[in-house]
């Protein structure tokens, strides 16, 4: 029954970050906006339509949709929502989600070199450069919930018996902004990408799902939901550790984080250049090692002051 629930609400944060983000946006632009429902109806009417295929592609170009939304949904699977359990828990798991979002990464980036076009294959090497970047503040973000919990498994990281004290707080805090950065990179969202841009040389993920259509690119866009609702469950597990670790504060939280924090920041900001996306990945990973040097010296009782 918790993890029916667990997954329930995993499946109701993907598909209301959307909605929160198109909301927020609308906003604070002064417009009255799409419906809050509305890419729900976009994704109806790809999964209604066929696919069609270029002659110069093979099989990698048919299969990677379906590869790497099954590693978004096994991904998603081992997060779970405040103290409830998810479906796939077991020691380790921490490095195994990297692996298998490593894999999906793999299959669409093969998919893009597969049709020959230059401009999937530039947004290919784009997707790959940000990938090996991003990974190591994950698994530094990972690494400090282990450290202060003793635990490798997610969901006995974020069990309330597992928790650490307070003097963790200040830890969970920065872990929760680095996550929340995360969220944005891995989602392709401003300032690193946008998927709203039309134009090919600026595009980084959007332009390996050119020559996608229809169902496939439903399946694309499903797994990107679900990657975005696993790393903001992961943010709201952090920040709700500190106070009030719950499914139902957990939850409306991710949502809260990412729809909120994603709608302003597009608002407000332009795209980052190409050259300045390193930059400011690198920046995200020397957080999350600040917060992991910091959450040592409190394991080790050696006082920061």
């Known amino acids: 029954m918790m993890t029916a629930l667990n997954t329930l609400f995993l499946l109701l944060v993907a598909l209301a970050v959307p909605g929160v983000i198109n909301r927020v946006r609308a906003r604070l632009a002064g417009r009255r906006g799409i419906r809050f429902l509305q890419h729900l109806y976009d994704l109806r009417l790809r999964l209604r339509k066929g696919a069609v295929y270029s002659r110069t592609t093979t ?17 998603a699977l081992m997060i ?7 479906l796939l828990a077991f020691e380790g798991d921490v490095v195994c989600l990297a692996y298998v979002l490593a894999l999906g990464r793999f299959a669409l980036i093969l998919a893009a070199m597969d049709t020959g076009s230059a401009f999937e294959g530039m947004g290919a090497s784009r997707e790959a450069l940000y990938g090996a970047l991003v990974e190591p503040a ?43 950065k995360i969220v944005i990179t891995e989602s392709g969202r401003v300032p690193v990408d946008d998927p709203r841009t039309h134009l090919e040389l600026t595009m ?25 609702a696993l790393f903001s469950l992961l943010a709201a597990d952090t920040l709700a550790a500190t106070c009030c670790l719950h499914w139902w504060a957990a939850a409306p939280l991710a949502v809260a984080l990412t729809g909120i924090s994603v709608g302003v920041v597009e608002s407000t900001q332009a795209r980052n250049k190409l050259a300045r996306n390193t930059t400011y990945i690198l920046t995200v990973a020397a957080l999350a090692a600040l917060a992991f040097f910091t959450g040592y010296l409190l394991r080790l009782n050696i006082g920061l002051a």
């Open 59 to 75: 099989a990698l170009f048919r299969t990677a949709p379906s590869v790497y939304l099954g590693a978004a949904i096994v991904a």
């Open 80 to 86: 779970p929502v405040g103290d409830l359990r998810p």
């Open 204 to 228: 980084i993920h959007e332009v390996m799902c050119l020559d996608y259509c229809g169902v496939d690119l439903a399946m694309i866009q499903l797994a990107g939901w679900l990657k975005t």
């Open 138 to 180: 994950l698994m530094l973000a990972a690494g400090t919930l282990a450290l202060a919990t003793g635990c490798t498994s997610f969901a006995r990281m974020f069990d309330p018996a597992a928790l650490p004290g307070t003097q963790f707080a200040v830890v969970l805090l920065l872990l929760t902004y680095v996550l929340v």
